[in-house]
């Protein structure tokens, strides 16, 4: 199981991406170092585990289909979700030493996960070259050594896995390893080891690659950036701030037809502007993602005030990263690169 470099490139441009946004979400600081590669199993993983794991489990869906899993400490996976209740230091460190895990902390950590998730497809689809669709699988599983028992498929299945084991880093917190653990077959569907030998071995697969490739080229859609908001000035102002990024500038009312607006471009990334922050106003990115031809597009939510739970839900509803208006040309901008890029 040697190999698999665009996979870590991949994962660790992923890991990167969470951290930015969950420490949005979290008020704190949140980051990921550089993974390493272990050839695993499960076996040998939790023969020597001496500390509890929460495991979270995800399945990906399309051309790539099959299931990894990410392996947080317990006592990392009570931090964040403590912080995310607004919980005081003093209890959350007595929840860490006791290993308290309540029904709102494993609800919390689930809106820390699935934020975590959507930072993943955000990065995974540009990279591929068919579509996926990574999902969370509720609800993560507490696994403490010598208290709960292995079976063949809990707290993840038997079998051979590679770990990309990733340290995380909270100030303030002591913090330990994520592990992501895939299995061979999934990693080699992402990131395919014999490739390159099988395209020499076979003229007619190349003539057929190179065919789709015309066919392709022959029907480009225009890709461009997507302002929604009610007020035609403030769209306006949008359009002259991301002028400088080349893309098509495609804006709107709020209420407009996206099947009829969007039908011949591809939306890279859109903006969304919102008066309000409630379910009504932020409900607009479920209907922006179901009519996007990316299985994971980028959303920047702007309004003048956001709350916590605000910002959770925006989350929830598909926005990638938020903005407080008023804002500037430099700061829209900034945001608007780091999606272009990461594609």
Partial sequence: MAGF???????DAALKQAGEES???????????DSDIINTNRKSYFADMDDAVFVVAVESKEEYQGYFYLLFSLGDAIVMSSIL?????PRIAEKRRLRIMEADDIDAFGEIANQIIGSFNSVFQPKLPQKVHLKLLPPPKKYIPEIDQLTDAEPLPE???LMYRAPLEIEGQEMHYLDIMVPPELANL??????????????EAATKAEAGD????SAPRTQSILILCEDVDERQTVREYLAATGFDLVDAPLGADLHELLKETEVRV???????????????CNRVCAQSSKA?????MCAGQWTRTAVLKALTYGASDILMKPFDADELMAKVQKYLHAA
């Fill in 5 to 11: 470099e665009k996979l870590q490139e991949m994962l």
């Fill in 23 to 33: 420490s949005m979400l979290l008020g704190v600081t949140l980051s990921s170092g």
């Fill in 85 to 89: 209740l607004g919980i005081p230091a």
């Fill in 159 to 161: 079998g051979d896995y």
């Fill in 190 to 203: 992402f990131d395919p080891q014999q490739e390159e030998k099988a395209a020499a071995a076979s003229p």
């Fill in 214 to 217: 015309a066919d392709t080229e």
């Fill in 270 to 284: 859109a903006v969304i502007e919102v008066n309000e922050t409630g379910e009504r106003d932020l409900a607009v």
């Fill in 296 to 300: 994971s597009l980028p959303i920047i």
